[in-house]
Protein backbone atom coordinates (compact mmCIF):
# COMPACT_ATOMS: atom_id res chain seq x y z
CA UNK A 1 0.00 0.00 0.00
CA UNK A 2 2.98 2.31 0.75
CA UNK A 3 4.45 1.10 -2.48
CA UNK A 4 1.47 1.83 -4.52
CA UNK A 5 1.22 5.67 -2.63
CA UNK A 6 5.04 6.19 -3.54
CA UNK A 7 4.24 5.64 -7.01
CA UNK A 8 1.29 7.71 -7.13
CA UNK A 9 3.18 10.91 -5.65
CA UNK A 10 6.13 10.65 -8.05
CA UNK A 11 2.98 10.29 -10.96
CA UNK A 12 2.08 13.40 -9.26
CA UNK A 13 5.29 15.21 -9.69
CA UNK A 14 5.65 13.75 -12.58
CA UNK A 15 2.49 15.30 -14.17
CA UNK A 16 3.36 19.07 -12.13
CA UNK A 17 6.90 19.41 -13.64
CA UNK A 18 5.88 18.11 -17.41
CA UNK A 19 2.17 19.58 -17.52
CA UNK A 20 2.45 20.35 -21.02
CA UNK A 21 2.31 17.28 -23.40
CA UNK A 22 3.87 18.91 -26.05
CA UNK A 23 6.95 19.75 -23.76
CA UNK A 24 7.67 15.98 -23.68
CA UNK A 25 7.47 15.28 -27.03
CA UNK A 26 9.89 18.35 -27.44
CA UNK A 27 12.25 16.46 -25.55
CA UNK A 28 11.69 13.35 -26.79
CA UNK A 29 12.61 15.13 -30.63
CA UNK A 30 16.08 16.20 -28.72
CA UNK A 31 18.81 14.40 -29.88
CA UNK A 32 20.76 14.49 -26.59
CA UNK A 33 19.73 12.95 -23.71
CA UNK A 34 17.05 14.52 -21.66
CA UNK A 35 16.70 13.62 -17.66
CA UNK A 36 13.99 15.47 -15.63
CA UNK A 37 14.26 15.40 -11.62
CA UNK A 38 12.22 16.59 -8.82
CA UNK A 39 13.78 18.96 -6.26
CA UNK A 40 15.41 16.20 -4.62
CA UNK A 41 16.98 14.99 -7.07
CA UNK A 42 14.60 12.26 -8.02
CA UNK A 43 14.18 10.40 -11.94
CA UNK A 44 10.92 11.47 -12.86
CA UNK A 45 11.06 11.22 -16.72
CA UNK A 46 14.27 10.55 -19.48
CA UNK A 47 13.33 10.93 -23.24
CA UNK A 48 14.28 8.16 -25.90
CA UNK A 49 17.52 9.71 -26.39
CA UNK A 50 18.69 8.83 -22.73
CA UNK A 51 19.25 5.23 -22.65
CA UNK A 52 21.07 5.56 -25.83
CA UNK A 53 23.59 7.56 -25.06
CA UNK A 54 24.00 6.23 -21.71
CA UNK A 55 23.98 2.67 -23.09
CA UNK A 56 21.82 1.90 -20.35
CA UNK A 57 18.45 0.67 -19.47
CA UNK A 58 16.81 3.48 -17.29
CA UNK A 59 13.90 1.87 -15.97
CA UNK A 60 15.01 0.41 -13.22
CA UNK A 61 16.21 3.95 -11.80
CA UNK A 62 13.08 5.98 -12.54
CA UNK A 63 11.91 7.86 -8.90
CA UNK A 64 15.09 6.92 -7.78
CA UNK A 65 17.35 9.31 -6.66
CA UNK A 66 19.48 10.47 -10.02
CA UNK A 67 23.01 9.69 -8.59
CA UNK A 68 21.90 6.15 -8.39
CA UNK A 69 22.69 5.95 -12.23
CA UNK A 70 26.56 5.66 -13.01
CA UNK A 71 26.72 8.88 -15.34
CA UNK A 72 25.66 11.05 -12.20
CA UNK A 73 27.52 9.60 -9.42
CA UNK A 74 30.61 10.02 -11.97
CA UNK A 75 29.80 13.51 -12.90
CA UNK A 76 30.19 14.51 -9.27
CA UNK A 77 33.65 13.36 -9.10
CA UNK A 78 36.46 15.82 -9.35
CA UNK A 79 37.52 14.41 -12.93
CA UNK A 80 41.01 14.65 -14.69
CA UNK A 81 40.83 15.87 -17.95
CA UNK A 82 43.69 14.95 -20.38
CA UNK A 83 45.80 17.66 -21.43
CA UNK A 84 45.68 16.78 -25.18
CA UNK A 85 41.88 16.80 -24.55
CA UNK A 86 41.96 19.82 -23.25
CA UNK A 87 44.21 21.65 -25.33
CA UNK A 88 41.61 21.01 -27.92
CA UNK A 89 38.57 23.37 -28.90
CA UNK A 90 36.11 21.36 -27.65
CA UNK A 91 37.92 20.20 -24.85
CA UNK A 92 36.50 23.04 -22.96
CA UNK A 93 32.86 21.95 -23.31
CA UNK A 94 33.47 18.28 -21.16
CA UNK A 95 32.08 17.79 -18.15
CA UNK A 96 32.06 13.96 -17.75
CA UNK A 97 34.43 11.48 -18.99
CA UNK A 98 32.70 7.80 -18.48
CA UNK A 99 34.10 4.12 -19.43
CA UNK A 100 31.42 2.39 -21.66
CA UNK A 101 31.70 -0.43 -23.66
CA UNK A 102 35.52 -0.83 -23.52
CA UNK A 103 36.50 3.05 -24.37
CA UNK A 104 35.77 6.50 -22.35
CA UNK A 105 33.14 8.67 -23.66
CA UNK A 106 33.35 12.46 -23.33
CA UNK A 107 29.98 14.34 -22.37
CA UNK A 108 28.89 18.00 -22.71
CA UNK A 109 26.24 18.23 -19.85
CA UNK A 110 23.78 21.61 -18.84
CA UNK A 111 21.58 21.90 -15.67
CA UNK A 112 18.38 23.71 -16.10
CA UNK A 113 16.19 24.82 -13.30
CA UNK A 114 12.89 24.29 -13.31
CA UNK A 115 10.48 26.67 -11.65
CA UNK A 116 6.54 26.61 -10.19
CA UNK A 117 4.14 29.46 -10.46
CA UNK A 118 5.26 30.75 -7.15
CA UNK A 119 9.04 31.42 -8.41
CA UNK A 120 10.36 28.14 -6.62
CA UNK A 121 12.62 25.44 -7.90
CA UNK A 122 10.54 21.99 -8.62
CA UNK A 123 12.97 20.21 -10.31
CA UNK A 124 15.91 20.41 -12.94
CA UNK A 125 16.76 19.36 -16.34
CA UNK A 126 19.51 17.63 -17.24
CA UNK A 127 20.43 17.78 -21.07
CA UNK A 128 23.28 15.12 -21.69
CA UNK A 129 25.30 15.32 -25.50
CA UNK A 130 27.73 12.81 -26.25
CA UNK A 131 30.92 14.25 -28.23
CA UNK A 132 33.53 11.79 -28.39
CA UNK A 133 33.07 11.40 -32.19
CA UNK A 134 33.48 15.76 -32.71
CA UNK A 135 36.15 15.02 -30.04
CA UNK A 136 37.91 12.17 -31.92
CA UNK A 137 37.47 14.49 -34.84
CA UNK A 138 39.37 16.96 -33.35
CA UNK A 139 42.28 14.29 -32.35
CA UNK A 140 42.50 13.37 -35.59
CA UNK A 141 42.83 16.96 -37.63
CA UNK A 142 45.10 17.72 -35.19
CA UNK A 143 47.34 15.06 -35.40
CA UNK A 144 47.13 15.77 -39.35
CA UNK A 145 48.10 19.16 -39.01
CA UNK A 146 51.34 17.99 -36.49
CA UNK A 147 52.47 14.91 -38.43
CA UNK A 148 54.38 14.47 -40.95
CA UNK A 149 53.00 11.40 -43.07
CA UNK A 150 56.51 9.83 -44.43
CA UNK A 151 57.91 9.11 -41.34
CA UNK A 152 54.29 8.56 -39.56
CA UNK A 153 56.47 11.31 -36.72
CA UNK A 154 55.25 14.36 -35.85
CA UNK A 155 56.68 17.22 -37.73
CA UNK A 156 59.22 20.22 -37.04
CA UNK A 157 56.82 22.66 -36.61
CA UNK A 158 55.54 20.59 -33.31
CA UNK A 159 58.49 19.83 -32.76
CA UNK A 160 59.30 23.76 -32.12
CA UNK A 161 55.89 24.18 -29.67
CA UNK A 162 56.96 20.87 -27.70
CA UNK A 163 60.61 21.84 -27.32
CA UNK A 164 60.07 25.67 -26.13
CA UNK A 165 57.03 23.96 -24.09
CA UNK A 166 59.31 21.50 -21.95
CA UNK A 167 62.29 24.00 -22.11
CA UNK A 168 59.31 26.19 -19.99
CA UNK A 169 58.44 23.18 -18.14
CA UNK A 170 62.23 22.61 -16.99
CA UNK A 171 63.04 26.31 -16.52
CA UNK A 172 60.00 26.10 -13.85
CA UNK A 173 60.33 23.11 -12.05
CA UNK A 174 64.68 22.36 -12.83
CA UNK A 175 63.71 19.38 -14.42
CA UNK A 176 65.92 17.71 -16.90
CA UNK A 177 65.53 17.64 -20.49
CA UNK A 178 67.36 15.82 -23.15
CA UNK A 179 67.15 16.25 -27.06
CA UNK A 180 68.45 14.06 -30.27
CA UNK A 181 68.82 15.24 -33.46
CA UNK A 182 69.30 12.58 -36.03
CA UNK A 183 70.94 11.51 -39.86
CA UNK A 184 71.00 9.14 -41.88
CA UNK A 185 74.45 8.64 -42.90
CA UNK A 186 74.89 9.15 -46.98
CA UNK A 187 71.19 8.74 -47.88
CA UNK A 188 71.73 10.88 -50.78
CA UNK A 189 73.91 8.31 -52.28
CA UNK A 190 71.19 5.62 -51.24
CA UNK A 191 68.31 7.31 -52.63
CA UNK A 192 70.18 8.41 -55.76
CA UNK A 193 71.37 4.23 -56.04
CA UNK A 194 68.53 2.65 -55.49
CA UNK A 195 65.81 5.35 -56.07
CA UNK A 196 63.51 7.59 -54.18
CA UNK A 197 60.70 4.82 -53.09
CA UNK A 198 63.51 2.96 -51.86
CA UNK A 199 64.50 6.25 -50.02
CA UNK A 200 61.08 6.69 -49.00
CA UNK A 201 60.72 3.13 -47.32
CA UNK A 202 64.22 4.24 -45.29
CA UNK A 203 62.94 7.01 -43.80
CA UNK A 204 59.67 4.95 -42.88
CA UNK A 205 61.61 2.39 -41.28
CA UNK A 206 63.80 5.46 -39.38
CA UNK A 207 60.34 6.17 -38.05
CA UNK A 208 59.39 2.95 -36.99
CA UNK A 209 63.09 2.42 -35.38
CA UNK A 210 62.60 5.81 -33.21
CA UNK A 211 59.31 4.84 -32.14
CA UNK A 212 60.00 1.18 -31.09
CA UNK A 213 63.01 3.01 -28.95
CA UNK A 214 61.29 6.14 -27.04
CA UNK A 215 59.23 5.52 -23.91
CA UNK A 216 55.59 5.75 -24.86
CA UNK A 217 53.72 8.58 -23.48
CA UNK A 218 57.08 10.38 -22.71
CA UNK A 219 59.44 10.70 -25.40
CA UNK A 220 58.29 12.32 -28.53
CA UNK A 221 60.32 11.81 -31.76
CA UNK A 222 60.01 14.20 -34.90
CA UNK A 223 61.08 14.38 -38.37
CA UNK A 224 62.94 17.03 -38.64
CA UNK A 225 63.15 17.44 -42.54
CA UNK A 226 64.96 15.77 -45.27
CA UNK A 227 66.92 12.96 -43.52
CA UNK A 228 67.22 14.44 -40.13
CA UNK A 229 64.98 13.37 -37.04
CA UNK A 230 65.08 14.76 -33.39
CA UNK A 231 63.70 13.11 -30.36
CA UNK A 232 62.75 14.67 -26.97
CA UNK A 233 63.05 13.23 -23.79
CA UNK A 234 61.75 15.08 -20.63
CA UNK A 235 63.29 13.94 -17.43
CA UNK A 236 66.61 12.89 -18.96
CA UNK A 237 69.94 14.09 -18.31
CA UNK A 238 72.23 14.22 -21.44
CA UNK A 239 74.37 11.19 -20.16
CA UNK A 240 71.23 8.91 -19.68
CA UNK A 241 69.57 9.34 -23.11
CA UNK A 242 72.37 7.62 -24.41
CA UNK A 243 70.50 4.58 -23.19
CA UNK A 244 67.69 5.41 -25.86
CA UNK A 245 70.32 6.80 -28.33
CA UNK A 246 71.79 3.18 -28.65
CA UNK A 247 68.50 1.19 -28.47
CA UNK A 248 67.37 3.71 -31.31
CA UNK A 249 70.66 2.57 -33.35
CA UNK A 250 70.30 -1.44 -32.26
CA UNK A 251 66.58 -0.87 -33.67
CA UNK A 252 68.06 0.42 -37.28
CA UNK A 253 71.05 -1.62 -37.41
CA UNK A 254 69.24 -4.75 -36.46
CA UNK A 255 66.33 -4.46 -39.01
CA UNK A 256 68.33 -2.41 -42.20
CA UNK A 257 69.66 -5.37 -43.90
CA UNK A 258 65.95 -7.17 -43.99
CA UNK A 259 64.38 -3.77 -44.77
CA UNK A 260 66.92 -3.46 -48.07
CA UNK A 261 66.31 -7.31 -48.89
CA UNK A 262 62.50 -6.60 -49.18
CA UNK A 263 63.55 -3.48 -51.58
CA UNK A 264 65.95 -5.26 -53.80
CA UNK A 265 64.92 -7.90 -56.14
CA UNK A 266 69.22 -8.40 -57.32
CA UNK A 267 69.93 -12.01 -56.60
CA UNK A 268 73.28 -10.50 -55.94
CA UNK A 269 72.84 -8.42 -52.99
CA UNK A 270 75.43 -9.95 -50.46
CA UNK A 271 77.88 -8.17 -53.05
CA UNK A 272 75.99 -5.06 -53.35
CA UNK A 273 75.85 -4.69 -49.48
CA UNK A 274 77.69 -5.80 -46.70
CA UNK A 275 78.08 -4.90 -43.51
CA UNK A 276 75.20 -1.82 -44.57
CA UNK A 277 77.45 -0.64 -47.43
CA UNK A 278 77.21 0.17 -50.64
CA UNK A 279 80.13 0.04 -53.10
CA UNK A 280 80.24 2.19 -56.31
CA UNK A 281 82.46 2.50 -59.55
CA UNK A 282 85.20 4.50 -58.05
CA UNK A 283 86.01 1.78 -55.54
CA UNK A 284 84.86 3.64 -52.27
CA UNK A 285 81.87 2.58 -50.26
CA UNK A 286 79.47 4.51 -48.33
CA UNK A 287 78.37 3.83 -45.06
CA UNK A 288 74.67 3.37 -44.23
CA UNK A 289 73.63 4.39 -40.62
CA UNK A 290 73.11 6.89 -37.91
CA UNK A 291 74.55 9.79 -36.71
CA UNK A 292 73.50 10.72 -33.09
CA UNK A 293 73.65 13.89 -31.15
CA UNK A 294 72.76 14.66 -27.92
CA UNK A 295 72.36 17.76 -25.85
CA UNK A 296 71.30 18.85 -22.25
CA UNK A 297 68.94 21.28 -20.81
CA UNK A 298 71.05 24.00 -18.63
CA UNK A 299 69.36 27.14 -17.01
CA UNK A 300 69.26 29.79 -19.31
CA UNK A 301 69.07 27.84 -22.76
CA UNK A 302 66.83 28.61 -25.53
CA UNK A 303 65.68 25.97 -28.01
CA UNK A 304 67.70 27.31 -30.95
CA UNK A 305 70.67 26.90 -28.69
CA UNK A 306 69.72 23.24 -27.62
CA UNK A 307 69.24 22.00 -31.35
CA UNK A 308 72.16 23.60 -32.34
CA UNK A 309 74.61 22.14 -29.88
CA UNK A 310 72.92 18.66 -30.62
CA UNK A 311 73.37 19.09 -34.31
CA UNK A 312 76.75 19.87 -33.65
CA UNK A 313 77.17 16.87 -31.80
CA UNK A 314 75.70 14.94 -34.49
CA UNK A 315 78.18 16.05 -36.95
CA UNK A 316 80.86 15.12 -34.85
CA UNK A 317 79.49 10.93 -34.88
CA UNK A 318 79.16 11.45 -38.73
CA UNK A 319 82.82 13.07 -38.75
CA UNK A 320 83.25 9.70 -36.97
CA UNK A 321 81.91 7.74 -39.24
CA UNK A 322 78.74 7.68 -38.15
CA UNK A 323 76.58 4.96 -36.45
CA UNK A 324 77.43 6.68 -33.03
CA UNK A 325 76.52 8.90 -30.30
CA UNK A 326 78.12 12.22 -29.53
CA UNK A 327 77.23 14.28 -26.48
CA UNK A 328 78.31 18.05 -27.00
CA UNK A 329 79.79 19.25 -24.49
CA UNK A 330 80.75 23.10 -24.02
CA UNK A 331 84.64 23.94 -24.42
Do not use: W
Not at 163 to 192: A, P, Q, T
Not at 221 to 230: I, K, L, N, S, V
Amino acid sequence: MVGAEFQDKNFEIERDILKNVEIKNLLNSLEEGAFVVDKEENLVFYNDAAPIILKINLNEFLYKNIKHIYYFENLSKNQSIPEYIRNLASGCKICNICYLEGKDHYFENEKIDLFNESGEIKGALYLVRDITKEIQLELSLSNEVKTDNLSGLYNSRFFREELDKEISRCSRYGHDLSVLFLDINNFKYFNDTLGHLAGDEIIRFTGESLKNAIRKNVDTAFRYGGDEFTVILPNTPAKRSTIVANRILFNFNNGFNEKLKMLMSDENFNEKLDNFTLNNNDGKSKKIGLSIGVSGFKKGKNADEIIEEADMAMYKAKRGNGNQVFIYEEQ
